[in-house]
């Protein structure tokens, strides 16, 4: 069973960019990973997801054009670059596998088994 590890998060001003890494023990070809995120009192959102082998990426609408998700596969890390955050993108950032195979369904949350742990993310206006 694959195994998550998150960083990168911070605070930045509004118009910043942070990157956000995602270093799994493995990643299984099929399986895609994913970044959501959450707001205390909000439902988890999908954020960006890519599949392990292949180079398909996915993007909610409130983040294309200005988040890229990306892998090292020789890492095994999953990357996810923000540009021109906004104040609504500050929340805790979690990264997910283990299910989703192909992406099908990438942004429901109850699709992945393994979550690494979170990493908080917090844009001032």
């Known amino acids: 069973r694959a195994r998550l590890v998150a960083s990168g998060g911070g605070s930045v001003q509004s118009g910043g960019s942070l990157r956000l890494s995602c270093v799994a023990s493995?990643?299984?070809?099929?399986?895609?990973i994913a970044w959501f995120r959450q707001v205390p009192g909000k439902e988890r959102e999908g954020v960006a997801a890519?599949?392990?082998?292949?180079?398909?990426?996915y993007y909610s609408p409130a983040v294309k054009g200005r988040f890229t998700i990306s892998r090292d596969n020789a890492k095994n890390t999953v990357y996810l670059q923000m540009w021109s955050l906004k104040p609504e993108d500050t929340a805790m950032y979690y990264c997910?596998?283990?299910?989703?195979?192909?992406?099908?369904?990438?942004?429901?949350?109850?699709?992945?088994?393994?979550w690494g742990q979170g990493t908080q993310v917090t844009v001032a206006s």
């Open positions: 890519i599949i392990a082998e292949g180079w398909s990426t």
């Open positions: 997910a596998t283990g299910g989703a195979l192909w992406c099908t369904n990438w942004n429901v949350g109850r699709e992945y088994s393994v």
């Open positions: 493995r990643y299984s070809g099929r399986h895609c």
